[in-house]
T-cell receptor
Framework: DAKTTQPNSMESNEEEPVHLPCNHS???????IHWYRQLPSQGPEYVIH???SNVNNRMASLAIAEDRKSSTLILHRATLRDAAVYYCILRDVFGGAGSYQLTFGKGTKLSVIP | DAGVTQSPTHLIKTRGQQVTLRCSPK?????VSWYQQALGQGPQFIFQ???????QRGNFPDRFSGHQFPNYSSELNVNALLLGDSALYLC??????????????FGPGTRLTVL
């Protein structure tokens, strides 16, 4: 899996939008961009994924740059429950035997201020 | 619908001992992956089981072994425990038919402390 780069930490005020960036300059054409988050004392949970177009679901939006070398996870109104470590992960949908795993970096620790 | 469950929640062992951790996947899932998460780090992939066989393995020594049962549940075994094996062990299940786009659903983990 190609490497991703994320800031170590970010802060947001409650009820304000949050934009979490991810750089993946070596992304290949068959890499999907996945986001997972890990709340304190819990296992990671899936947030969203996309290939080229922007994606929305009930949890978040994913904005993908036109050249696909970066993406941004958008939480429209941060709540205290959104305080977590957010991981940006690339998955090659046509990858070989080495691509079944999720390759986590250190992620971005998001703090939400009441 | 119960999600992924793991047992035990916490475990304390001494160096040189052996440990077995257990995982029941989310209902309908047929694939189980195991991850190790050291404090302050992201989870690291240990291996994945599908159809009762190890399909893929990460960079972990042979002391780490596993098993998948016909009901898709799984065990992770670690022999000759080292202090560095202290970590949170996470189990994740998925549906193979969804391929590499399928979500992995994680359990709450087992906290292993090696003294």
């Amino acid at each position: 899996d190609a490497k991703t780069t994320q800031p170590n930490s970010m802060e947001s005020n409650e009820e304000e939008p949050v934009h979490l960036p991810c750089n993946h300059s070596t992304i290949s054409g068959t890499d999907y961009i996945h986001w997972y988050r890990q709340l304190p004392s819990q296992g990671p949970e899936y947030v969203i994924h996309g290939l080229t177009s922007n994606v929305n679901n009930r949890m978040a939006s994913l904005a993908i740059a036109e050249d696909r070398k970066s993406s941004t996870l958008i939480l429209h109104r941060a709540t205290l429950r959104d305080a977590a470590v957010y991981y940006c992960i690339l998955r090659d949908v046509f990858g070989g035997a080495g691509s079944y795993q999720l390759t986590f970096g250190k992620g971005t620790k998001l703090s939400v201020i009441p | 619908d119960a999600g992924v469950t793991q047992s035990p929640t916490h475990l304390i062992k001494t160096r040189g001992q052996q440990v077995t951790l257990r995982c029941s996947p989310k209902s309908g899932h047929d694939t189980v992956s195991w991850y190790q998460q050291a404090l302050g780090q992201g989870p690291q992939f240990i291996f994945q089981y599908y159809e009762e066989e190890e399909r893929q393995r990460g960079n972990f020594p042979d002391r780490f072994s596993g098993h998948q049962f016909p009901n898709y549940s799984s065990e992770l075994n670690v022999n000759a425990l080292l202090l560095g094996d202290s970590a949170l062990y996470l189990c994740a299940s998925s549906l193979d038919a969804r391929g590499r786009l399928g979500e992995q659903f994680f359990g709450p983990g087992t906290r292993l402390t090696v003294l």
